[in-house]
């Protein structure tokens, strides 16, 4: 895959498939920065990676109709139970390949709005899937 525009990613939330109701998201892996600094003649510092964490930033549109399954349905009991789930995030819905790889991880949803949004515009709320899993952010091709 080449530079490309998005206007097909892929996310499933614990199997289902919920891209319709995504209007924008963004995958963050990041580490901790550690000093590891010690004298030197050089005068520059020396910084390892420390614990690493993963998020999954989601805007979805509100959705609290009865069919095709609303995203309410989906996000709030994941949120109240506070259990794990999977996730699975491609640049577009084709097939994993490795020119369209996917991210996997174990994840939690810590905070859960579902209603947002000012007068005439559209229903949207933000989420953040973060990683609960020792695994963390896995990138495959198959």
């Known amino acids: 895959m080449a530079k490309y525009v998005m ?3 892929y996310l499933s939330v614990n199997g289902s498939v919920v891209s ?3 209007q924008s998201l963004t995958l963050e892996d990041s580490a901790e920065e550690i000093d590891f600094t010690a004298m030197s003649a ?4 020396e910084i390892g990676q420390g614990l690493k964490d993963a998020t999954v930033t989601v805007t979805f549109f509100g959705d609290f109709a009865a ?11 994941l949120y109240a139970s506070g259990g ?3 996730v699975e995030i491609r640049p577009t819905s084709a097939v994993v390949s490795a020119t369209n790889p996917k991210a996997t991880m174990t994840a939690r949803l810590f905070a859960y709005s579902g209603i947002s949004g000012a007068v005439g515009e559209a229903a949207t709320f933000e989420a ?3 990683n609960a899993g020792t695994a963390g952010l896995v990138w495959g091709t198959t």
């Open 84 to 86: 794990t789930f999977p």
């Open 128 to 130: 953040a899937l973060r």
């Open 67 to 77: 069919a095709p399954t609303p995203i309410h349905t989906i996000l709030q009991p």
């Open 20 to 22: 319709d109701h995504v």
């Open 7 to 9: 206007k097909d990613a």
């Open 42 to 45: 050089a005068g520059y510092r």
